[in-house]
């Protein structure tokens, strides 16, 4: 079984900073690409940021410039640092890993469970 697991999200002023984390468990032989989405009252889930397993980054049009994905493979992490954050972010932030049980086996999608993030003006 494999559970992604997010932490860092809670309430904070406009301007201000806030790290997610993300640690993946579980039995699997290798995390290829790994992501966060976002989801705002009333709103989709949409993409925030994405990093493949070799460290290469991208993002969406809103966030750039001011979040920052990054990975710790040896330790099965993904983080999103966020500053400048407005209310517009405000969401429950997911974390998206494609997981590789097995080498024979292509990656399955998994989802952690949400992080809220609240902005307030």
């Known amino acids: 079984q494999v559970q992604l697991v997010e932490s860092g999200g809670g309430l904070v002023q406009a301007g201000g900073s806030l790290r997610l984390s993300c640690v993946v468990s579980?039995?699997?032989?290798?995390?290829?690409?790994m992501g966060w989405y976002r989801q705002g009252p009333g709103k989709q889930r949409e993409l925030v940021a994405g990093?493949?397993?070799?460290?290469?980054?991208n993002y969406a049009d809103p966030v750039k410039g001011r979040f920052t994905i990054s990975r710790d493979n040896a330790k099965n992490t993904v983080y999103l640092q966020m500053t400048s954050l407005n209310p517009e972010d405000t969401a429950v932030y997911y974390c998206?890993?494609?997981?590789?049980?097995?080498?024979?086996?292509?990656?399955?999608?998994?989802w952690g469970q949400g992080t809220q993030v609240t902005v307030s003006s």
């Open positions: 998206n890993a494609l997981v590789r049980r097995y080498v024979w086996r292509a990656g399955d999608n998994y």
């Open positions: 579980g039995t699997f032989n290798s995390i290829n690409d």
């Open positions: 990093i493949t397993r070799a460290g290469i980054a």
